[in-house]
């Protein structure tokens, strides 16, 4: 009864903030396990367990060099941690840049008016490259084009070779020709314009990803994971056209299509992407290769 009435007696002293306290902390657990779940920081964290074991029991023992040595390294433990998980720390606060949640209410503070120009020159970046897409369809060659929006990629463009051209029909022909020497790489289109041909994309991470996805789709899908940008991507293999947004795969479009769902992604102030599908999934079998 004595341990009933202690409980009782420190549930009435909770208070509404202890609660809300209780709550976020909790939050930032979940979220923390949610970021390192299947990845190689789950190693890291069993091998710091393993050292928080070690030094509980030389205390208890009497250990005292291997408890002063394992207190100086728990000192730096801030700093240890920052080091380590360094991938793990960008990879969320990449995430949390990425999230568009507050231009619905802050859209006044942060989003960057575009004049008639800069959506001129946007559209027609995107209908030569939906016309250079269902080409590339017909002829069965590869292409990766990224759209680049509110986070700069210059440091891919830095990757390849900047052209800074207008956008053209014969001109995406020529880069992603075959026998040309930045055909297998991405190209960045800012602002309506070729900023960049040759680029080397991030891979994704995503494990649940399909196994028979190639290559240029999982690029096409990593740098979407890591920035807003939407990436137009063409089988070699198929011929299939397909859109990457968000870490998600949207695949089968016409030229029609194509362009309305870009206009969308692109020149759409109020589009929000995150209420996509998790996953488009493509058939079975296709794009093994590229």
């Not at 306290?21 to 930032?28: G, P, V």
């Not at 740098?223 to 795969?249: K, M, P, R, W, Y």
Request: net charge neutral.
């Amino acid at each position: 009864m004595d341990i009933i009435n202690d409980i009782i007696a420190i549930i009435k002293t909770i208070q509404f903030r202890d609660v809300v306290d209780i709550i976020a902390i909790a939050l930032i657990i979940f979220c923390l396990f949610k970021l390192v779940r299947e990845t190689r920081a789950v190693q890291l964290i069993k091998g710091i367990f393993i050292l928080f074991v070690a030094y509980f029991i030389s205390s208890i023992f009497g250990l005292s060099m291997l408890s002063s040595l394992l207190q100086t390294l728990f000192g730096a433990a801030l700093m240890l941690v920052a080091v380590i998980f360094q991938p793990e720390i960008r990879k969320a606060l990449e995430q949390i840049g990425i999230n568009n949640t507050y231009r619905k209410y802050f859209s006044f503070i942060f989003y960057r008016g575009r004049s008639d120009e800069w959506k001129k020159a946007v559209k027609k970046s995107i209908v030569d490259a939906a016309d250079t897409a269902v080409l590339f369809s017909h002829s069965k060659t590869g292409a990766l084009l990224v759209f680049e929006r509110e986070i700069m990629l210059s440091d891919i463009a830095a990757t390849g070779t900047v052209v800074d051209a207008q956008t053209s029909v014969a001109l995406f022909g020529n880069i992603f020709f075959n026998k040309a020497p930045l055909h297998d790489g991405a190209s960045i289109i800012r602002d309506g314009k070729l900023f960049a041909a040759g680029c080397i994309l991030p891979l994704t991470d995503n494990k649940n990803v399909d196994v028979n996805l190639g290559t240029r789709h999982r690029a096409a899908l990593g740098i979407s994971e890591q920035s807003d940008a939407v990436v137009l991507v063409v089988s070699e293999e198929t011929g299939v056209i397909s859109i990457a947004i968000n870490g998600v795969l949207l695949r089968e479009f016409t030229r029609d299509s194509l362009i309305e769902k870009l206009e969308e992604f692109l020149l759409d102030e109020h589009h929000d992407e995150n209420t996509l599908p998790k996953l488009f999934r493509k058939k079975k079998g296709e794009d093994k290769n590229d």
